[in-house]
């Protein structure tokens, strides 16, 4: 990967339905090596596709919580149980199992404080092996990819 290359993936970051020609213009190339380039980053697996930045507060879904989550157990079946029972959610907007302390870390986006606590009690709380929930809500959103 080349500095042309990485241009091209922060042009692609920032808006992601620019035409190959606007994007050949912004980096300073003409069309076809441009494509070219991008096409070679698709094939390499480095751009895995194109989304849409969505606006949860348009959607009635802008209160957002950070949870981490701690299971007591976490033998395959526990792991996979929980992991399983928070993917259903179609309130978790982000999740990762982590090294170290806490376990999991869950981003989850409702309509607002009584939406979380049903979530809370109905998703997360749910699960047998859970000793430790710790809810963070955001004040206000900084950066973002």
């Given at each position: 990967?080349?500095?042309?290359?990485?241009?091209?993936?922060?042009?692609?970051?920032?808006?992601?339905?620019?035409?190959n020609?606007?994007?050949?213009?912004?980096?300073?190339?003409?069309?076809?090596?441009?494509?070219?380039?991008?096409?070679?980053?698709?094939?390499?697996?480095?751009?895995?596709?194109?989304?849409?930045?969505?606006?949860?507060?348009a959607?009635?879904?802008?209160?957002?919580?950070?949870?981490?989550?701690?299971?007591?157990?976490?033998?395959?079946t526990?792991v996979?149980?929980?992991?399983?029972?928070?993917?259903?959610?179609?309130?978790?907007?982000?999740?990762?199992?982590?090294?170290?302390?806490?376990?999991?870390?869950?981003?989850?986006?409702?309509?607002?404080?009584?939406?979380?606590?049903?979530?809370?009690?109905?998703?997360?709380?749910?699960?047998?092996?859970?000793?430790?929930?710790?809810?963070?809500?955001?004040?206000k959103?900084?950066?973002?990819?």
């Amino acid at each position: 990967m080349d500095s042309l290359d990485r241009a091209i993936i922060k042009e692609l970051t920032l808006n992601g339905r620019l035409t190959n020609q606007e994007l050949a213009t912004r980096v300073g190339l003409t069309a076809a090596p441009c494509l070219r380039r991008v096409r070679r980053l698709e094939e390499a697996g480095i751009i895995e596709g194109y989304t849409a930045r969505i606006n949860y507060e348009a959607m009635d879904e802008g209160f957002e919580v950070l949870v981490f989550a701690d299971l007591s157990r976490n033998d395959i079946t526990s792991v996979q149980d929980f992991e399983a029972t928070i993917m259903a959610s179609d309130k978790v907007v982000e999740f990762r199992r982590m090294y170290g302390l806490p376990d999991y870390y869950i981003k989850v986006r409702v309509k607002d404080s009584e939406a979380y606590e049903r979530w809370y009690s109905e998703v997360a709380a749910k699960h047998d092996f859970i000793i430790r929930i710790d809810s963070r809500i955001t004040m206000k959103l900084l950066k973002a990819p």
